[in-house]
Nanobody, 120 residues
């Protein structure tokens, strides 16, 4: 079992910043990609950003230039720095990761989600 614990959500004014963190714990052999997804009310979940074990990143067009994803592989932790936040960024943000529990045994895990609200 792999547990993901997210933190850092909250209420922020438009133009403000927040930093989300997600720490993975459990019996983990290796982690490949870590990422963030979000789901706004009445909308489908969408990819926000991902980062591979090699450090390659991918961003949704809507957040490019404003959000930065990073990871600390030694701590099995992924971060999402969100700047210049807009009301349309309001959503529940969930962490996702995949890897191996042991050699040849893959896993995919989701966090419980953290609410980000951008409002004046």
């Amino acid at each position: 079992q792999v547990q993901l614990v997210e933190s850092g959500g909250g209420l922020v004014q438009p133009g403000g910043s927040l930093r989300l963190s997600c720490a993975a714990s459990g019996s983990i052999f290796s982690i490949n990609t870590m990422g963030w997804y979000r789901q706004a009310p009445g909308k489908q979940r969408e990819l926000v950003a991902t980062i591979t074990s090699g450090g390659s990143t991918n961003y949704a067009d809507s957040v490019k230039g404003r959000f930065t994803i990073s990871r600390n592989s030694a701590k099995n932790t992924v971060y999402l720095q969100m700047n210049s936040l807009k009301p349309e960024d309001t959503a529940v943000y969930s962490c996702n990761t995949n890897g191996q529990l042991r050699l040849g045994v893959p896993f995919i895990s989701w966090g419980q989600g953290t609410q980000v609200t951008v409002s004046s």
